[in-house]
């Protein structure tokens, strides 16, 4: 199993690009989950999903869409990037509430 | 709202124990989790607690007291290794899960 796979690692977006930051899963996970972290800090929760086709806000949602079509698959998609979406973007998931498995992350710079 | 408390740094000598403290205030909790971090990594997960009590998984431990709206981590027999950041996280009923900002955890040879 190769457990939550994120990509790309790296990225470089300039202001006002568009991106969309892959996360999947092969686990057969229902929760999905993408936070972000800025540095020193802790991990802010952006979207969460439940199950394929159910999606919602967490705290710090504005600028950030997501989808859920499938148990596999949860991207992450950023409209109009901003310097303050500058940080490093994980996505997790787990089988119930108790503990997460969670990706390598995406490095995301907006300049 | 919710809010969870934890100290920004805790330092200790290698072979030591050191107690990480968290307290929380939130609606509807459900249960306390703990997550390793080093530089550069993603989280991992140590622990969970739903109940009052202490759970060991090898030198770590981890205990909850639902009434008081706190719990701890306890690391035994500190490696250089343990050097790393430590979260505590809220598991709400609404299936939302709250980290806190976390504890550096400093180890001294």
């Known amino acids: 199993n190769a457990g939550v796979t994120q990509t790309p690692k790296f990225r470089i977006l300039k202001i006002g690009q568009s991106m969309t930051l892959q996360c999947t899963q092969d686990?057969?996970?229902?929760?999905m989950y993408w936070y972000r972290q800025d540095p020193g800090m802790g991990l802010k929760l952006i979207y969460y999903?439940?199950?394929?086709?159910?999606?919602d806000k967490g705290e710090v949602p504005n600028g950030y869409n997501v989808s859920r079509s499938t148990t596999e698959d949860f991207p992450l998609r950023l409209e109009l990037a901003a310097p303050s979406q500058t940080s490093v973007y994980f996505c997790?998931?787990?089988?119930?509430?108790?503990?997460?498995?969670f990706g390598s992350g995406t490095r995301l710079t907006v300049v | 709202g919710q809010s969870l408390e934890q100290p920004s740094e805790v330092t200790a000598v290698e072979g030591a124990i050191v107690q990480i403290n968290c307290t929380y205030q939130t609606s509807g909790f459900y249960g306390l989790s703990w997550y390793q971090q080093h530089d550069g990594g993603a989280p991992t997960f140590l622990s969970y607690n739903a109940l009052d009590g202490l759970e060991e998984t090898g030198r770590f431990s981890s205990f909850l007291s639902r009434s008081d709206s706190y719990g701890y981590l306890l690391l035994q027999e500190l490696q250089m290794k343990d050097s790393a950041s430590y979260f505590c996280a809220v598991i709400n009923r609404d299936d939302k899960i709250i980290f806190g900002k976390g504890t550096r955890l400093h180890i001294l040879p």
């Open positions: 997790a998931s787990s089988y119930s509430d108790s503990g997460y498995t």
């Open positions: 686990m057969n996970h229902n929760y």
């Open positions: 999903s439940v199950g394929a086709g159910i999606t």
